[in-house]
């Protein structure tokens, strides 16, 4: 759908979303592999899912896909959390569950996007707490874990982008803020959330600083800078390009 913006391909994974959650959904509100199977729970299987809620979420803004990562979130903490790191599996084992760094790494990327979206400082702590323990253990010399440690890196410790988009509430410019989402979600800066601040009803501190903006102009910050203002889709693709 990102690649295409063919709405086919987004309503497909939502109906398949819906399937997963109304056939492999457990009563803890973890999600098993197999439909009769409730012995056994996968880290993997459900840090992925989450993965698919917060990029539902991202594209559709639909309030259950936020309330759903954040639920499904905290099962997995409740479920798989031990003092080295998440564990690869629970349940009825013939052997007890490793952990697995990949994973781990993998997961810390799920949950600082978590952080972002419900803009809950809590889960960028544990993204924090969960690299130190894979870091300490040592990280496998391969390529697909020594690149997911790079990004986790990247999102623990250095300054994050994150993305301001002045519109009114026509839906032309909403419809804009969901290009430039997916466009950051083809880009390496693919953890960026789009936040939309709507003029004449921001915030005392957000109308002194973008209340002079134009409507439709996106703003790409850090905490120590904005870029300058972004008026169209190839102007982000540009800066995008330059980074």
Not at 77 to 87: A, D, Q, V, W, Y
Request: proline share 3%; charged share 20%; aromatic share 10%.
């Amino acid at each position: 759908h990102i690649a295409t913006n063919n709405d086919q391909y987004l309503n497909k994974s939502e109906e398949m979303i819906a399937y997963i959650f109304k056939n492999f959904k457990s009563k803890d509100g973890l999600f098993k592999r197999e439909i009769n199977n409730n012995k056994i729970f996968s880290f993997a299987d459900n840090s992925h899912l989450l993965d698919a809620l917060l990029l539902a979420f991202r594209i559709t803004e639909k309030s259950i896909y936020q309330t759903s990562s954040a639920e499904l979130a905290q099962n997995i903490e409740s479920n798989f959390k031990t003092e080295n790191g998440r564990i690869s599996a629970i349940g009825d084992l013939a052997l007890p569950a490793p952990i697995i760094g990949l994973d781990n790494l993998k997961y810390i990327s799920s949950i600082e996007q978590l952080a972002t979206v419900l803009a809950d400082k809590k889960w960028k702590d544990i993204a924090k707490s969960i690299f130190e323990k894979v870091e300490n253990k040592g990280i496998e010399n391969s390529a697909p874990t020594l690149s997911a440690a790079l990004m986790a890196h990247i999102l623990i410790f250095q300054d994050p982008y994150h993305a301001l988009h002045i519109i009114d509430e026509s839906t032309p410019l909403k419809e804009l803020s969901n290009t430039y989402t997916k466009k950051f979600l083809l880009s390496t800066l693919s953890y960026i959330t789009v936040e939309n601040l709507i003029k004449g009803k921001m915030t005392g501190d957000n109308a002194l600083y973008y209340g002079a903006a134009e409507k439709g102009t996106l703003f790409i910050c850090t905490s120590s800078f904005c870029s300058s203002p972004i008026s169209n889709v190839p102007a982000l693709a540009q800066f995008l390009n330059e980074i």
